[in-house]
């Protein structure tokens, strides 16, 4: 059985329910810890369609005096504060300021962007684009993200394949091909030199892409590398916590996976599942 959920969000930003609302989500489920890790701020150049950035702007003192009053009156429900830092390549003092405006207890970092466009978005462009544009894109995801994973900034990687997210026929050929794999696997390299974890998701589930992040051959990969892993919902509304828990878990057994880890008080604590 997972017990811990370390990936949702709040009415701060594109979520629909409090702080409150949702730890009380995570005492309904039985879970042991919950992990708060609502968006970091964005510099203005990246803009979604529909954009939240002035909401959480505004209420992100709100956020983390919140989350701090539930960690001194916690009850059977451990909660840990933490933030999902967005990864942006040209910006990266930006994201170093805010991995350390905080004293959190963990990180979750995510590539929402390639440049300024935030391809999880919506589908229109990639319809727009041939399949030679789309692996462009996918391979550029994974340089991407192996850049971030470098930094040594974060403890976990959310949502390792979110790129599939509008086309995952698409990338099942892309990441198929040899070149493709040794990216990836290039990458898990680092992440494990990082001593870092790799979410497995359920969200990939609720979206278009309907399958879990990330897919079975990254899963095959990791397993060889012999990754960390940790197990998440990315929550944005109450009934969204801990999400088909009980597929995650046999979904990463099938890969050999049988421990996953959360991080607090300065290290990882890990259990059997």
């Not at 727009?128 to 976990?156: H, Q, S």
């Amino acid at each position: 059985m997972i017990r811990f959920d370390l990936h949702n969000h709040t009415f701060y930003s594109h979520g629909a329910n409090s702080v409150a609302d949702m730890y009380k989500a995570a005492l309904a489920k039985g879970l042991s810890v919950f992990g708060f890790s609502e968006h970091s701020p964005r510099p203005e150049r990246y803009t979604y369609p529909t954009e939240y950035r002035a909401r959480l702007n505004a209420h992100l003192a709100d956020y983390v005096r919140e989350v701090q009053e539930l960690q001194k009156n916690q009850g059977p429900c451990r909660v840990l504060f933490g933030m999902e830092i967005d990864w942006f390549e040209d910006d990266q003092d930006f994201v170093r300021k805010a991995a350390t405006q905080f004293p959190f207890d963990y990180l979750l970092g995510s590539t929402h962007f390639l440049g300024t466009w935030g391809f999880d978005a919506g589908p229109e462009p990639w319809e727009a684009m041939d399949e030679n544009a789309r692996f462009a894109a996918y391979t550029a995801y994974f340089t991407t993200w192996k850049k971030m994973l470098a930094t040594g900034l974060f403890n976990i990687a959310s949502h390792p394949d979110l790129i599939k997210i509008f086309t995952r026929d698409s990338f099942h050929l892309w990441i198929v091909r040899e070149e493709s794999q040794r990216l990836v696997r290039d990458a898990l390299e680092v992440l494990k030199a990082m001593d870092m974890a790799m979410e497995i998701s359920s969200a990939g589930l609720r979206k278009p892409c309907r399958e879990i992040y990330p897919c079975p051959m990254i899963m095959r990969l990791a397993s060889e590398v012999d990754v960390r892993i940790s197990f998440a919902s990315d929550a944005h509304t109450d009934g969204d916590v801990a999400y088909a828990f009980p597929v995650l878990a046999s979904y990463a057994k099938a890969f050999g996976f049988t421990r996953a880890s959360y991080f607090a008080d300065r290290r990882w604590h890990s259990e059997e599942f």
